[in-house]
């Protein structure tokens, strides 16, 4: 029952009969959208190069769950798109192996919608010698419409790359209302 459309309520008047389509329409149809709104988790086990003082997208290859089909393990590998209008959740976090320039390397990560850093999306921490780097996101709440795209884009002070081995780098989308 993947991409239903969010229900529209209908308003009753007196003297209207309980039809079995007007039950469809109004009761199951609502129930079952509750039951598998849009929502997408997926994670990178593949190794990124990051440029140093660049940021670069991070392509998602294993999906966790895609409730509507928005993310392609194909095409545009980073990018969850749109596939119902509303008001959306967007979160996630980057990983990096530890690193030796402890002293004055940062990380970065953030979130951008159709390119663009969404606000409060992007945090940056100090990189550890002896642990994995890691950088989770605050979470947003950004209106989409059908087309528009959210993707996790790393950065750092030093080139490196992001672990194939775990922890990942994760994006996740959460629709909230329409």
């Known amino acids: 029952m993947a991409n239903l459309p969010a229900p529209v309520q209908s308003t009753a008047a007196p003297g209207n009969f309980l039809t079995?389509?007007?039950?469809?329409?109004?009761?199951?149809?609502?129930?079952?959208f509750l039951l598998?709104?849009?929502?997408?988790?997926?994670?990178?086990?593949?190794?990124?190069?990051?440029s140093a003082g660049g940021y670069s997208a991070i392509g998602m290859d294993t999906d966790i769950t895609d409730t509507y089909g928005g993310h392609s393990k194909v095409t545009n590998t980073s990018r969850?798109?749109?596939?119902l209008a509303g008001y959306y959740e967007v979160g996630g976090g980057a990983a990096l192996p530890s690193s030796s320039n402890t002293a004055?390397?940062?990380?970065?990560?953030?979130?951008?919608?159709?390119?663009?850093?969404?606000?409060p999306g992007r945090v940056e921490v100090a990189q550890m010698a002896?642990?994995?780097?890691?950088?989770?996101?605050?979470?947003?709440?950004?209106?989409l419409n059908v087309?528009?795209?959210v993707e996790l884009y790393v950065d750092c002070d030093t080139a490196t790359s992001?672990?194939?081995?775990?922890?990942?780098?994760?994006?996740y989308v959460k629709f909230l209302h329409p």
């Open 20 to 32: 079995s389509a007007l039950w469809n329409a109004q009761v199951r149809d609502s129930v079952n």
């Open 36 to 50: 598998n709104p849009p929502m997408y988790f997926g994670y990178s086990t593949t190794a990124v190069s990051i």
């Open 80 to 83: 969850y798109t749109c596939q």
């Open 104 to 119: 004055t390397a940062l990380m970065a990560a953030q979130i951008r919608k159709n390119g663009s850093e969404l606000p």
């Open 130 to 143: 002896n642990h994995y780097n890691g950088a989770p996101l605050t979470p947003s709440a950004v209106q």
């Open 147 to 149: 087309g528009d795209y």
């Open 162 to 171: 992001t672990s194939a081995s775990g922890p990942w780098c994760s994006l």
